[in-house]
């Protein structure tokens, strides 16, 4: 089944926030964090992201999509 937008998504909208690191990132790179806000938005309101390490570095995002059934249909 597939997802439905509703339109205007607050996540597409949100102005970006600057936020202080107490330390520098050891695993992520700004890029790798634009990939997962992107995962979080494409799957809906329901859904996983997983992130995969390999070898010490993040290789792979994995996005899994759900969707609820209502018990009226």
Known sequence: MAHRS???????????VLVPL???LRFL??????????????????????LIKHAGKLRFIQKMMSEAFNSNE
């Open 6 to 16: 509703t339109g205007n998504n607050a996540a597409q909208m949100a102005e970006p």
């Open 22 to 24: 107490e330390r520098p």
């Open 29 to 50: 790179l700004p890029c790798h964090i634009r990939a997962i806000d992107d995962a979080l938005a494409a799957i809906g309101p329901y859904g996983e992201v997983r």
